[in-house]
């Protein structure tokens, strides 16, 4: 059964009501700003700030690169990044994504025949 998260305030802080059990898979959609060059998905351990809690994923396409960034925070260290790949989105425009979890990594995909919808 899928659990709807609908029009949550930005940035988003708060439980994955699915959890993070292998085969879980996390849909977010929305809209990309203009003024913005690039976005985040930080799939954190915790809501702690400082320390900073571990980051699973954080997975940010920047625009102006044109290139995803993929990561994680580790007892506050962030390993090796990741940034093979092209960005499908663009500024403006909506984004359609799904991020699957599997014991060890994550598989992202995103869909770029998106209806034009808001968030």
């Known amino acids: 059964m899928a659990i709807v998260i ?6 988003y802080v708060g439980p994955i009501p ?6 879980a898979t996390i849909h977010v959609r929305g809209t990309t700003e203009l003024h913005h060059s690039g976005f ?4 954190q351990c915790g ?4 320390p900073r809690s571990d980051c699973a994923l954080a997975f940010t396409p920047r625009f102006s ?8 925070l580790q007892n506050g260290c962030w390993g090796l990044e990741e940034s093979h790949g092209s960005v499908t989105f663009r500024l403006g425009e909506n984004v359609d994504m799904s991020i699957v ?9 995103t869909y770029t025949q998106v209806p034009n919808w808001r968030c």
């Open 18 to 23: 699915v959890g993070m059990t292998e085969g």
């Open 65 to 72: 690169e044109q290139q995803v960034g993929r990561n994680s």
């Open 101 to 109: 979890v599997h014991a060890g990594y994550y598989t992202v995909k």
């Open 47 to 50: 809501s702690s700030t400082d």
């Open 6 to 11: 609908k029009n949550p305030t930005t940035p």
């Open 40 to 43: 985040l998905i930080s799939l």
